[in-house]
């Protein structure tokens, strides 16, 4: 089992820039395939980013990709999201989750195929 804490979250102007952060505890990050899902108010949990365990495989939504970067540093047990052009409509509880599996380079697009998630942390962009 993980347990992971995000942090990083906060209020933004459009255009500027935020870096969520996610800490996982235990020995075994490496086995787990990571990604970050937000939920605005009154929308369902949508995929933003996924990283495989090794971290040589990503993956974005259609509507984060050249403005996310998803990145993990196994040592540390942390994953992080860059995001760059913050949009108004990328306002949303932004939620690190993290799935164990066998395979190295595998990633996964779906919100229900993760296992152990974050609290959540707060992304409001507005002027």
């Known amino acids: 089992q993980v347990q992971l804490v995000e942090s990083g979250g906060g209020l933004v102007q459009p255009g500027g820039s935020l870096r969520l952060s996610c800490v996982a505890s235990g020995r075994t990050f490496s086995s787990y395939a990571m990604g970050w899902v937000r939920q605005a108010p009154g929308k369902e949990r949508e995929f933003v980013a996924a990283i495989s365990r090794g971290g040589g495989t990503t993956g974005y939504a259609d509507s984060v990709k050249g403005r996310f970067a998803i990145a993990r540093d196994n040592a540390k047990n942390t994953v992080h999201l860059q ?45």
């Open 83 to 127: 995001m760059n052009s913050l949009k108004l409509e990328d306002t949303a509880v932004y939620y690190c989750a993290a799935k164990p599996t066998l395979d190295y380079s595998n990633t996964y697009y779906s919100p229900a195929m993760y296992d152990y998630w974050g609290q959540g942390t707060q992304v409001t962009v507005s002027s």
